[in-house]
């Protein structure tokens, strides 16, 4: 069995006691942070903006059409990036961050028990009173014939 060493092992307990910790709010005060954040993220959206992801986003396109998923992208969209108020994203946030959509993923060799133990225990208080949001409406497969994206 590998051991990671202590520090790292416990540096993680500590980051994820204290986003537990947090109580799974989204911190968007003072403003000035989430100014940073978009810059953050525009910075993302122009170094993932190059030859090989446009090819993806075009591939996915024609092989996805009339499906949600062929309109949006992980990043989201620049003009919305740019100006949504931080009232719409906190919006945003506590109605689709929720716990019946969380997936966490566990990694290596472990004792299932004992962090199965430590999961339920961080993660066993975690809910959501904003209503959930309606099921989207995520397209249907197109029926197809002989197409070609060339």
Not at 3 to 20: D, G, K, N, S
Not at 75 to 104: C, F, M, Q
Request: net charge negative; charged share 25%.
């Amino acid at each position: 069995m590998i051991r990671l060493c202590p520090r790292i092992t416990a540096t993680w307990r500590e980051r994820m006691a204290a986003e537990v910790g947090a109580k799974y709010q989204l911190k968007l005060e003072p403003a000035a942070d989430m100014e940073t954040e978009r810059g953050v993220i525009l910075s993302e959206e122009r170094l993932r903006d190059t030859p090989g992801y446009r090819v993806a986003v075009a591939d996915t396109k024609f092989l996805l059409p009339g499906q949600l998923v062929a309109d949006r992208f992980p990043i989201g969209a620049v003009d919305v990036i740019k100006t949504a108020p931080i009232s719409e994203i906190a919006a945003y946030y506590h109605t689709n961050y929720r716990p019946e959509r969380a997936t966490l993923v566990v990694v290596g060799d472990i004792d299932v028990e004992e962090i199965e133990t430590k999961i339920k225990n961080l993660f066993s208080d975690w809910a959501n009173t904003t209503p959930a949001p309606a099921p989207l409406n995520l397209g249907r497969p197109a029926q197809r014939g002989t197409e070609a994206l060339v």
